[in-house]
């Protein structure tokens, strides 16, 4: 299915990079507000638009992905499976549009309050599919560490959910 060409570069899905981490964290401040041992690092980007759909793709993605080494050294467990965690950070910067020029445009962002919702709503959805969740300061300058495990790196969006 071919999109009408002003539909071809506007990005209305929910995104979501993940990275299998060894371990991450969040600070603020200078201060460490949430941490992780192994398990995903998610960056999660809300465009307009993006509802339950959206979310429920992406929470059923990210819960089920199955990049750990199982015992035979292949990338064939979820974070269930092996007893993972979640570190979810907000990340509107996923909105970007770098077609014109050199700085980029955040039109297709969602609006701060909208996204802070589903943001939450999101970390609360994979609790509820038994990982542990620990999250970011929404809207807050954070500085994210992490040990890319691998290094692996999926980057996941509703649009896939077809």
Do not use: H, W
């Amino acid at each position: 299915m071919q999109r009408p060409p002003s539909q071809i570069y506007t990005s209305t899905v929910m995104k979501a990079l993940v990275q299998r981490v060894s371990e991450a964290s969040v600070s603020v401040e200078g201060k460490t507000v949430s941490s992780i041992r192994k398990g995903f690092l998610v960056l999660l980007g809300v465009m307009k638009g993006d509802g339950k759909a959206e979310m429920d793709y992406l929470v059923r993605k990210v819960a089920s992905l199955r990049v750990f080494n199982d015992g035979e050294g292949k990338m064939n467990l979820s974070l269930n499976d092996d007893s993972g965690e979640a570190l979810v950070v907000s990340q509107f910067t996923l909105a970007a549009d770098t077609r014109k020029g050199n700085r980029p445009s955040f039109t297709e962002a969602e609006a701060p309050e909208r996204a802070e919702a589903m943001y939450l709503e999101f970390m609360e959805r994979l609790r509820a599919e038994g990982i542990k969740v620990q999250g970011g300061v929404f809207g807050a300058d954070m500085k994210v560490s992490l040990v890319n495990d691998g290094p692996v790196t999926i980057m996941l969006d509703s649009s896939e959910k077809g």
